[in-house]
């Protein structure tokens, strides 16, 4: 039954009443029946942040492309519409046809952020649930959740009744057809635990209910399954061929402005370049290319389809895809792409960014640049393995700028392991350099350094990093600041130092951090991601409350041997490889890009049987050195692309 009737009067009284409507251009308004398993797919931040989630939109289309499944979306109601819908006790709903979110089979999360936690909880709670897994009844949806969050599932092992870990395109087949039988069998009393026990068979699938976590002098000390037939280590899912997923096939076209408004097309999975800080490059891996001609076919249709004049080729370091260029110029020159097409490229390595790349993108409409150096020196950036040169950025830079660029901006980290004030400050003077350079195209050009606070995360070399303290890291931030007080042209934008905090408490948490994240949520703390909602003394009070404490979780540094929250999963990673990984990091020394030498054997590959698929694996000519072509002058220009200079490489 539609809730439509009751939800339409209260939308005159919301901001922004867009975010519910639904009736997007790619939206469904599938027919529900009780043979088929209904999915609804949630996000838990408002519907400008979430519509545009390409994993959940992927997701939506392969189930509602199935004859057994359904699939709707829904999105955390704002804080108005909340208020609105718990005084007129109306429970969460879908936006496509505006069902009742109890009334679902399944209600599936994906997490991208920890500090949406809280907001998971108030969903299941606005939908009829209880927020916590053992009270709930075979009546009740199975609540499930997918996203890089997941690899560290434990903060929310007792609300959520599964995971799945890694890639799910295959995985929500088989978990639709274990619930469709379980509904098939009438949903008895005394079934809810049965189909976990089945879900826990699905590869990738981890039921957190099904584990024992035991713990000594406060340390987490193993999580074993509960019974002989649940798996005591589960593995992600990685699907090994990109083109045989080409979704999504019919992107949303949202009524209202959301973030990344514009098509998106992912180019490949997977990163090998190693940078140590970066959970998302070690849990993707092996580097899956999508075909360049299956690219240029989403493109072409996606912005014909959609009408957007902006596309943006998706992954974590689009610029390493093999075959940028040539879709970049395609693009641009396809009349029947449009004339003014503009190309975003989200994710550019200084040091995979030519003329060539400038130039190609330079035909189109301009859109703002931004770099990721990442660290301020070139030592701090062995550390965390960004291998990048000042010439690098330099070139880099220089290239956009005599392309016509004007504005740039710079992303780093601060609090990143062995950081010093020199690391720190060295921000501020490339950000000057950067400036400088500007100055020889342009009258005023202007710089944004954006820095973060350095969150370690598990599954990459840095989980065993004890986090800096938020006094320490706004002590950074502060002394950068100072720094460039009388800079003009240098604008520096940070992260919330507490922020940080509550993020490193969740993000390397064990099951204990459920009683604080249920306890700030009942304390009114949702919306934490967002500056104006969060509440830094919601969380001390409830870690006080809980006996734990911030030292525990974040600041303090691991031992080799310590049980982490997420051993009994696998991300593929041998432990052992990130281990050597962490003591390379502490003696400086880097580690090349697999794609061009030898093996590191980190697993990634191995273990699921998969070779790197690139579709043009060749490397860059001259080893580390590349040549790219000036379009301005017509003349070659060499653009380094690696370091010229040796760099101290691990021996592995
Ligand atoms: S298994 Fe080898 S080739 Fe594959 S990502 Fe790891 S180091 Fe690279």
Redesign the pocket.
């Known amino acids: 039954m539609s809730l439509w009737p009751l939800l339409e009067p209260l939308l005159a009284k919301v901001q922004k009443p867009a975010r519910y409507i639904g009736c997007e251009d790619g939206s469904q308004s599938p027919q529900h029946h009780p043979s088929q398993v209904s999915w609804l797919l949630a996000y838990p931040d408002t519907y400008e942040i979430g519509l545009p989630n390409q994993g959940l939109q992927i997701l939506y289309e392969i189930l509602n492309e199935r004859p057994d499944a359904v699939a709707e979306r829904t999105y955390a109601p704002w804080s108005d519409l909340e208020a609105l819908l718990r005084e007129h006790q109306i429970p969460l709903f879908s936006v496509d046809t505006h069902q009742a979110a109890g009334q679902f089979d399944l209600l599936a999360f994906n997490l991208s952020a920890e500090l949406t936690y809280t907001n998971v909880l108030n969903m299941i709670d606005l939908a009829g649930v209880p927020v916590r897994s053992a009270d709930r009844l075979p009546s009740h949806p199975i609540i499930g959740a997918g996203g890089h969050c997941t690899f560290n599932p434990e903060p929310l092992a007792d609300f959520l009744d599964f995971v799945v870990l890694g890639d799910g395109e295959e995985a929500v087949g088989e978990i639709t057809a274990v619930v469709r039988d379980w509904k098939a069998g009438g949903r008895g009393p005394g079934s809810r635990e049965q189909v976990l026990r089945a879900l826990a068979q699905v590869d990738g699938v981890y039921v957190p209910s099904l584990y024992e976590a035991t713990f000594a002098d406060d340390l987490l000390t193993s999580i074993t399954p509960r019974f002989v037939d649940v798996p005591a280590q589960v593995e992600k899912r990685t699907i090994a061929d990109l083109a045989e997923w080409p979704y999504p096939r019919q992107q949303l076209v949202p009524l209202t402005e959301v973030v990344h408004d514009r098509l998106n097309v992912e180019v490949f999975r997977g990163c090998?370049r190693g940078c140590r800080f970066c959970q998302a490059g070690m849990i993707t891996?092996?580097v899956r290319e999508r075909p360049a001609d299956q690219v240029r076919t989403m493109i072409s249709e996606g912005l014909r389809r959609t009408g957007y004049d902006e596309v943006a080729l998706t992954s974590l370091s689009t610029a390493d895809f093999s075959g940028i260029e040539e879709v970049v110029r395609d693009t641009v020159n396809d009349p029947s792409c449009g004339s003014q097409i503009s190309v975003s490229l989200p994710s550019l390595r200084v040091d995979a960014f030519t003329v060539g790349i400038a130039g190609e993108i330079q035909k189109a409409r301009r859109t703002g640049l931004t770099f990721a150096p990442e660290a301020g020196t070139w030592r701090m950036r062995q550390v965390i393995n960004k291998l990048i040169r000042e010439e690098d950025l330099y070139s880099a830079v220089r290239s956009a700028y005599s392309q016509g660029w004007r504005r740039m901006k710079l992303y780093f980290l601060t609090g990143l392991p062995t950081e010093t004030d020199e690391d720190t400050l060295g921000i501020a003077r490339l950000a000057r350099n950067v400036v400088a350079i500007g100055k020889e195209y342009h009258k005023n050009p202007s710089v944004t350094i954006s820095v973060g606070g350095f969150v370690p995360k598990p599954f990459t070399p840095f989980q065993w990093f004890g986090q800096n303290t938020r006094e320490e890291l706004a002590r950074k931030i502060f002394l950068l600041r100072d720094d460039l007080r009388r800079d003009h042209g240098v604008k520096l934008k940070w992260h919330d130092p507490k922020a940080t905090s509550a993020e490193g408490l969740v993000s390397r948490g064990d099951r204990r951090l459920g009683a604080v994240i249920e306890d700030v949520w009942r304390h009114g703390g949702t919306f934490q991601e967002w500056s104006e909602h969060f509440d830094f003394d919601l969380w001390l009070a409830a870690l006080e409350r809980a006996g734990l404490t911030l030292e525990q979780f974040v600041y303090r540094h691991r031992t080799e041997h310590e049980v982490h929250p997420w051993d009994h999963l696998s991300a593929g990673l041998h432990k052992d490889f990130l281990w050597q990984d962490w003591r390379d990091a502490l003696d400086e020394l880097g580690l090349e890009d697999?794609r061009w030498t030898p093996?590191?054997?980190?697993?990634?590959?191995?273990g699921y049987g998969i070779e790197?698929v690139v579709a043009s694996a060749v490397a860059p000519a001259g080893g580390s050195q590349g040549t790219g072509q000036d379009l301005a002058t017509g003349g070659e220009v060499p653009v380094t692309l690696l370091s010229s200079k040796p760099i101290a490489v691990a021996a592995r």
């Open positions: 090998t891996r092996p697999c093996c590191y054997d980190c697993g990634a590959c191995t790197h």
